[in-house]
């Protein structure tokens, strides 16, 4: 298993023009540990949403590179989404799930994945153009590239250690993160 906090940054690292949103609690707190950003778009209160926004934007800026990153319960209470991504098939589009197979928000309660559902799998059967069931160092930085290379979408699922890590707080006003992530977009330019 990995260590989620390590996993992200390396993940992030060199990102480039990489627009990022991230889900609820844990990944929010792992992407800004990364590196805050203006190209981050951090989810406060929005569980479920994640890959749906991810969506939007990659229809929206076909020639960015998006990158999604949320926990299991997240993906879990979102399911449909994948689906809905499938149909569209967004080339742009990359699904990063930190797998704790826990649900870190409520309690640590053990998640569906600890279970034996296989979040790549149902990603596969939505059509997704990869898959990858990421444990290991190695494979990390070959997912790594996928976030800037992948013909989307994609989906990575990151095996994580379940613990509680130190919080790193972004900023939390709603209003400023959308202003400064569209501020980020638009300078990537008209053609993305």
């Known amino acids: 298993m990995l260590d989620r906090r390590d996993a992200v940054a390396r993940l992030l690292a060199d990102r480039g ?12 707190y792992d992407v800004a540990a990364a590196g805050d950003s203006p190209a981050n778009f951090y989810l406060w209160g929005a569980m479920g949403i994640a890959a749906m926004i991810g969506l939007g934007l990659a229809l929206a800026k076909p020639k960015a590179r998006i990158a999604v990153i949320t926990g299991d319960g997240e993906m879990l209470m979102g ?12 080339r742009n ?8 197979r ?24 939505c059509r997704f153009a990869e898959g990858h069931f990421i444990e290991s160092d190695k494979q990390l930085d070959a997912a790594r ?3 800037h290379s992948a013909a989307g979408p994609a989906f990575i ?14 900023i939390r006003d709603g209003h400023a993160i959308k ?8 300078k990537l330019g008209q053609d993305c």
């Open 145 to 147: 590239n996928l976030l």
């Open 179 to 186: 202003l400064r992530f569209m501020e980020a977009v638009a």
């Open 102 to 125: 826990h649900y870190g928000e409520t309690g640590m309660q053990a998640s569906h994945t600890a279970w034996g559902i296989d979040l790549v799998g149902v990603a596969k059967s």
């Open 93 to 100: 589009l990359s699904i990063v799930v930190l797998d704790n």
């Open 17 to 28: 023009e990489l627009l990022v949103v991230s889900g609820l609690g844990a990944p929010t």
């Open 79 to 90: 399911l449909g989404s994948l689906a809905t991504i499938g149909v569209k098939q967004p």
């Open 157 to 170: 699922q990151v095996r994580v250690k379940a613990e509680d890590v130190p919080r790193m707080l972004p």
